[in-house]
């Protein structure tokens, strides 16, 4: 299980990492952190130093009832970014959170690997059509509505089997653009309240029925730190626990905001799975 970026072949077969650079002032956990080049340079050096296969790139907080902004907006904030980026590191493997085909488009010709789409192309008609143009692989996560919307719209008449609908749905139309490699996010925490989060956990695995690699994205979410009763600061422990539900459900990719100890949890899974 293989995905191809920037001419690179990835295996998936063995767990793999992506890290979090949100430039975005107002997300969940780190929102503002990274307000200069040397700030974001230093996170990236980090987390690739530390075991991330993947830094991805997001100019648009989409956690529940961010603000919208504007398409032009995002471009300022995230394009000089990926220039940036792979001018001090070349090799990094750098995907690109975005909904909007043309943010897609010129982070890609700036030599970013991969598009990472919260809507999966549903809030731009373009952005299927796009990826298949430029050839690269296609992170599809399941969502409801907009990140303004979405808190209202988690009704399901079954949950598991809505998501494996809207993945079937999305697949054929990815192939029918010319998108060969798909990665599929179930989208925790979107359009779904914390008892249908920890039952997506559970019966992850059953998503593997699409043969595509799963992402898991649990880092630092509200349905650990609104559990236990603390913030998203101190949810690290609660956030290395339910990875190593997902990887034991089959997540070929952890998305995470601390890389160091994602690795670990990854380690420790793979010996466990060599002694099955």
């Known amino acids: 299980m293989t995905v191809n970026c920037n001419g690179i072949l990835i295996d998936l077969s063995s767990p793999k990492i992506m890290g979090i650079l949100n430039l975005t002032p107002d997300s969940f956990y780190d929102g503002g952190k990274y307000k200069n080049e040397s700030q974001v340079l230093r996170r990236v050096e980090k987390m690739l130093q530390e075991g991330a296969t993947f830094i991805d ?20 904030r995230i394009l000089p970014m990926v220039t940036l980026i792979l001018s001090k590191f070349p090799n ?113 695995s059953l998503l593997k029925l699409q043969g595509l690699p799963i992402l898991a994205g649990l880092s630092r979410k509200s349905m650990i730190y609104k559990t236990l009763d603390i913030n998203p600061e101190a949810s690290l422990n609660g956030t290395t626990s339910l ?28 010996k466990y799975r060599d002694h099955l």
């Open 57 to 76: 790139l997001g100019a648009y907080s989409s956690r529940p009832g961010a603000d919208h902004i504007t398409c032009e907006e995002e471009e300022r």
């Open 243 to 270: 990875h190593t539900i997902a990887l034991l459900n089959g997540a070929s990719i952890l998305r995470v905001h601390d890389v160091k100890e994602a690795l670990e949890c990854i380690n420790l899974f793979k």
């Open 92 to 204: 990094a493997i750098l995907s690109i959170d975005t909904f909007r085909s043309n943010i897609a488009k010129h982070c890609i010709e700036a030599g970013a690997a991969m598009i990472n789409d919260i809507s999966a192309g549903n809030l731009d008609n373009n952005m299927i059509k796009t990826v298949g143009q430029l050839k690269v692989p296609f992170i599809m996560m399941h969502m409801k509505g907009t990140p303004q919307t979405m808190k209202s719209l988690n009704q399901y008449v079954d949950l598991i089997q809505d998501i494996q609908f809207y993945f079937s749905q999305k697949v054929v139309e990815a192939r029918k653009n010319g998108i060969n490699d798909i990665i599929i996010d179930p989208g925790f925490g979107f359009a779904k309240n914390s008892s249908q989060n920890f039952e997506l956990l559970r019966k992850l």
